[in-house]
């Protein structure tokens, strides 16, 4: 396996100095702590340099979106420099609470093994009181509820068997989430792509992608788990299959985070791994895969959320354009706009007012297009949004799963 200490060379000395980023950056309009992405990054870096005592241990207030790099026309990685700081140069262990909200794979093996007790404990006030006083884990955050029975133990009982019969397949790098949490998202996932002709393999020694670990700065244990998916994913692209996920930040982190931020060379499989409604649209367009959909679909009203990280890989025109597809349906593109969930950070007592100030402008926007369903493909941006309006969030691909005619599908899919 390849690998270089250094792959993402810090381009700090591309900045020109025009505070796009600024302008850009959901933090610095509602946090006056934060110094903003132009000084926490290539500014602040000209310091850091020099000394290492110029670090600001403010740069935690950094959402790690890449909205800034998104802006920058002089293509600076913004939030790699700012992440890079942190990992270098910050102070202090990683506490109690960061590591316990960053090990999503570790609590999620606890948690569904006890889950109706783990989910009403995790309801239950007094609690939510004492995570706040001595966790330091806000009070008004809702967890997300975990599930009694895997993903994985779904398809291994379910579905595995019947994926060796298609031609062309897939390796689905599921993630905490689906497996943890929302198997149904897996579920759907499965569904609709044996229905277009297309086998669903997992990866037995899958790990999460590890972004909770690189924003909590455990580094160690994120590249540990990296180094395992990578294994897994050059072994799937090896036997022939893409790798797709239903979570557009497991993809950014895999494709993207683990160069620039851990040091691991993926170039050789970085283009097999994307998003599910990429793979599929891109198969669409060539004619390959064919979606029938059901007859008198009710006309839902979809309002597209575009996750920060979406908009960073640039293909949240694939999950609308499939969406568009749906007939009779009315899809509003959102304004883009960050949710200001982040993963953990705002589950954090010092984040959670900033968290909910930067999700106001897209939470108001949810509510004057009062949709029947907001779509996106970002799980932390579905908590956050169901727990701040009385919306639904709903994943593409479980809404492409439901108004699908399965049997049409299939048989258009089976020449
Ligand atoms: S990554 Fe996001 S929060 Fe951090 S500086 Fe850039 S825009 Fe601001
Ligand atoms: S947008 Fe890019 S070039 Fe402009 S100030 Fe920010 S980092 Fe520098």
Known sequence: MLEFSNISPNNFEQCVKCTVCTVY??????????????????????????????????????????????????????????????????HGSVGLRDRLLASTDMMGGIATRLSPTINGILRFIPVKIVLDQVMG???????????????????????????????????YFHGCYVNYNFPRLGKDFVKLFN???????????????????????????????ARINLREIRHAVDSGNDVVATSSTCILTMREEYPH?????NADVRDNIMTATRYLYQLIERGEVKLVFKQNIPPYHLAYHTPCHMAKLG??????????????????????????IAGTYGFKKENYDYSQAIGKTLFDSIT???????????????WQIEMSTPYRVVNPISILADTIDFEATRQANSK
């Open 195 to 225: 229905a277009c002709g297309i086998g669903v393999d997992l990866m037995p020694g899958e790990k999460c992608c590890g972004v909770a670990k690189i924003a909590n700065r455990m580094i160690k244990q994120a590249t540990d788990a």
């Open 137 to 171: 884990i806000d009070r008004h955050r809702t967890f997300p509820a975990y599930t009694p029975r895997k993903f994985t133990t779904w398809f291994r009982r379910h579905a595995a068997k019947n994926q060796q019969r298609y031609l062309r397949r897939v390796s």
């Open 368 to 382: 004057r297009e009062n949709p029947d369903f907001v779509v996106t493909d970002c799980e932390t941006c579905k």
């Open 261 to 265: 931020l851990l040091g691991l060379d």
């Open 315 to 340: 293909w949240g025109v694939y999950s609308i354009e499939l969406l568009k597809m749906i007939p009779g349906v009315m899809i509003t593109v959102l304004d883009n706009n960050c949710c200001g």
């Open 25 to 90: 950056c959901p933090v610095t309009a509602v946090n006056p702590l934060y110094p903003g992405p132009k000084q926490a990054g290539p500014d602040g870096e000209r310091y850091r340099l020099k000394r290492s005592d110029f670090y600001n241990e403010a740069l935690k207030y950094c959402l790690n979106c890449k909205r800034c790099e998104v802006a920058c026309p002089s293509g600076v990685r913004i939030g790699d420099i700012i992440q890079q700081a942190r990992i270098n140069y910050s």
